[in-house]
C-alpha cells in the first residue's frame, strides 16, 4: 500500500505565507503546553504545508541554536502529555543571558546570537508561549525584526488582558483535591492544616481551589491578613465543636504590614525571589496563639504536573488555532486571550511586564465571604 504524503498547498495570488514556523515554549511548564504545540502546528501544516520547527528549552535553544523539526507525527497523541515535549526554562534571557565560555559563565547580551540563527533556520516567524516574563522578552525580540505571535500560559492565572490562561484549570483541581483530602486527617486528628499553593504574588489558585474544597480561610497576596483574625476563626470553630480547620494559603500571601515570605534566591535566574513558607509561618502562629495543632502542607509543584483537565485542552487547543490564523494571516506582534467565551487577540505589548491581580470586589470572593469564608480581616 503506497504511503500517503501530505504535500504542500500553494498561496492565493498576491498573499505570501509563512513557510517556516519556530515554536518554543518559555517560563515554567504547565499543563496544556503540548496541547497548544500539536493545535498550532497541525493547524498550519494541514491548512499552509508550513514547516514546524521546535526550539528546544525556550530561549535557551534559540540563542544555543538547539532546534529540529516537527513532523505532523512529532505532535500526534501528544493531547493528554502534560508539561511540553520541547523542553523549557525559566532562566533564559536572551538580553541578558548566562553563555557558557571556556568552562566558565559569562553573562551578556545574546539577542543577536538569537536573531542570527531565527535568520539562519530562515525562519518567517515564531510562536513563543509563555507568561509575562516571556511576553517581555518577545516584545523586545519583535523590536529587532522577528515576526512572533504570543500565546498566554501560566498556572498563576495572572496574565493581563485574558480572563483564564490554560494551566489554571489544572493547577486549581489538583489543589482542590488536595484540600478535600486533608479535610479528613484534619478531621481525625483535631488539627488545623495549612495547604500553600503556588501563584506567585496574584491569589486566583488559592481562591478559586479554596472555595471549591470548602476552606474555612483563605489568604491570599492582594488581602494581606491579619494573625488575630486567623487565630479567631480556629478558637471559634474549637469552641462550638468543630475541630477541623482548614486554610488555603497563596504562596504570596503576606502578613498586614509584613513582607512576603521568600524560601530562598536563585542567582542566576533573572527572577531571583522563590516565594514559599508562608504556610509554616501562619501554622506556627495559630499554633501557639491557639493551642491547636497546626501543620503546614506545600502542594508545589505537583501543581504544575500530570495531564490537563478537559478545559485545559480544549482551551490550549483554541489558543494554538487562533494563533496559526494569526500566523497564516500575517499579524504578528498579536497573542490570543480569552474574553468571556470567545478567543480575541490584543498586542503582545499590553501583556508584557504586567501581573494581573484578584480585584478585591471580585464576585469569587464576595461569594467566599457569602458562605462564611474568612480572609484572615478583621472586616
Known sequence: MKKKTRTKKKSPRGKKHVRRLGILTGGGDCPGLNAVIRAVAKTLITETGAEIIGIRDGFYGLVMNQMRRLDYVDVSGILTRGGTILGSSNKDNPFDFYLPVGGKTVRKDCSKMALAN????????????????????????????????????????????????????????????????????????????????????????????????????????????????????????????????????????????????????????????????????????????????????????????????????????????????????GKFGRIPVLKGDRITDVPISRIADKVRNVPRNHQMIKAARGVDTSFGVDS
Not at 518577545?138 to 501560566?154: A, C, D, E, F, S
Not at 488536595?178 to 486527617?185: K, W
Not at 487565630?231 to 471559634?236: A, E, H, I, L, M
Not at 482548614?246 to 522563590?274: L, M, N
Open 118 to 329: 531565527y535568520r539562519k533556520w530562515k525562519l518567517d516567524a515564531l510562536v513563543c508561549l509563555g507568561g509575562d516574563g516571556t511576553m517581555s522578552v518577545v516584545n523586545r525580540l519583535i523590536k529587532m525584526g522577528m515576526n512572533i505571535v504570543g500565546v498566554p500560559k501560566t498556572i498563576d492565572n495572572d496574565l493581563a488582558e485574558t480572563d483564564q490562561t490554560f494551566g489554571f484549570d489544572t493547577a486549581m483541581s489538583i489543589v482542590t483535591e488536595a484540600v478535600d483530602r486533608v479535610h479528613s486527617t484534619a478531621a481525625s486528628h483535631h488539627r488545623c492544616l495549612i495547604v500553600e499553593t503556588m501563584g506567585r504574588y496574584a491569589g486566583w489558585i488559592a481562591l478559586y481551589a479554596g472555595v471549591a474544597g470548602g476552606a474555612d480561610v483563605i489568604l491570599i497576596p492582594e488581602i494581606p491578613f491579619v494573625p488575630g483574625a486567623v487565630c479567631d476563626v480556629v478558637s471559634t470553630r474549637y469552641k462550638h465543636g468543630k475541630y477541623a480547620t482548614i486554610i488555603v494559603a497563596a504562596e504570596g500571601a503576606r502578613i498586614k504590614g509584613g513582607k512576603v515570605v521568600v524560601e530562598r534566591e536563585v542567582t542566576d535566574s533573572h527572577d531571583p525571589i522563590r516565594l514559599g513558607g508562608i504556610g509554616k509561618v501562619v501554622a506556627d502562629i495559630v499554633e501557639r496563639q491557639t493551642g491547636v495543632e497546626s501543620r503546614a502542607i506545600v502542594l508545589g509543584h505537583v501543581q504544575r504536573g500530570g495531564t490537563p483537565t478537559a478545559f485545559d485542552r480544549t482551551l490550549a487547543t483554541r489558543y494554538g488555532y487562533h494563533a496559526a490564523q494569526l500566523v497564516k494571516n
